[in-house]
C-alpha cells in the first residue's frame, strides 16, 4: 500500500511515520504540512491510503475529503474526539484521537488493509463456485449498565445524550433509557460506520431514521422528542438530511 500523511504539525508526521516504520507493508510517497499541497500529491501520484489531520490552516481535513472525487481510504488522526461522527459519515476507514496510542494505530492500518485487500481482489482470483466473504458490521452493541453487560439493537436507537460523566440510550419503544458511564468518544467508536446516526449537538446523537421533522433550531422524532441542533453542527446537518 501506498499512503500520504497530511498534518499541519511535522511532529505528528513523525509519529506515524514511526509507527509506520513499526508495523511495514506501507510505504510513505509524500508528508505534506500544507493540505493544498496535499491535494497536489493526491494528484500526481496512486495512493492507496491517507492519514489526514482535521484542524489545519486553509483548509479541514474534512473539507479536503469533501473537495477531492474518488478519494482514497483514508484515516482521521486528530486531537478532537468531537468530530468523529463526522469522519464516520464521510466513510473514513477509521478515526485516531491524539496522541494516538500504538495498539489502535495497529487495529486501524489492519482495517485499512483488509479493505485494501478485498478492493483489489482480481475476479480470476476465484473459481465460479467461491464467494469472497465479506466482514459486516454488528447490528448491535453491548454497553455496560449497572452489573451487567445491555444487548442493544443499534436500528433501535432513536437518540443518545451525553451528559457529564454518562451516556443515556433512548430505545424505541422503551419509556426508561439506557444509562452507562461510556465517555460520549467511546460511544461514537461503537456505533457502526453508516449513515444512519448523526451528531446534531455536541451532548446529541439521532437515528436519521426516526426523524419526524426538521425545525429551525430542533430535530423532531417520531415520539414528538424534540433535540437542539448545535450552531456549530448545523451546516452539516443540513447537508446530510439534504435540505
Do not use: W
Not at 50 to 63: A, K, R, T, Y
Amino acid at each position: 500500500m501506498k499512503c500520504i500523511i497530511i498534518d499541519d504539525e511535522p511532529l505528528a508526521i513523525d509519529v506515524v511515520e514511526s509507527y509506520l516504520n513499526q508495523i511495514g507493508g506501507v510505504d510513505i510517497i509524500a508528508k505534506c504540512t500544507n493540505p493544498l499541497e496535499a491535494i497536489t500529491q493526491l494528484n500526481k501520484h496512486h495512493v492507496d491510503l491517507v492519514f489526514l489531520d482535521i484542524e489545519m490552516p486553509n483548509l479541514s481535513g474534512i473539507d479536503l475529503v469533501k473537495s477531492i472525487e474518488n478519494l482514497p481510504q483514508f484515516i482521521f488522526t486528530t486531537a478532537y474526539p468531537q468530530y468523529a461522527l463526522d469522519g464516520f459519515n464521510l466513510n473514513a476507514t477509521d478515526y485516531l484521537v491524539k496522541p494516538i496510542p500504538f495498539h489502535r494505530f495497529i487495529k486501524a492500518v489492519a482495517r485499512a488493509k483488509e479493505k485494501y485487500e478485498l478492493l483489489n481482489l482480481k475476479p480470476s482470483s476465484l473459481s465460479s463456485n467461491e464467494v469472497t466473504p465479506v466482514k459486516q458490521e454488528n447490528d448491535f452493541i453491548f454497553v455496560k449498565s449497572e452489573y451487567e453487560n445491555i444487548k442493544i439493537k443499534t436500528e433501535e436507537i432513536t437518540y443518545i445524550q451525553g451528559l457529564k460523566d454518562y451516556i443515556k440510550i433512548h430505545i424505541e419503544g422503551n419509556n426508561k433509557a439506557v444509562i452507562t458511564l461510556l465517555s460520549f468518544k467511546d460511544m461514537l467508536e461503537k456505533l457502526p460506520r453508516n449513515n444512519h446516526f448523526l451528531r446534531v449537538h455536541k451532548s446529541f446523537i439521532v437515528n436519521v431514521n426516526a426523524i419526524k421533522a426538521l425545525q429551525k433550531t430542533k430535530i423532531v422524532l417520531q415520539n414528538e422528542m424534540r433535540i437542539p441542533i448545535g450552531e456549530t453542527f448545523k451546516k452539516n446537518v443540513l447537508e446530510r438530511l439534504g435540505v
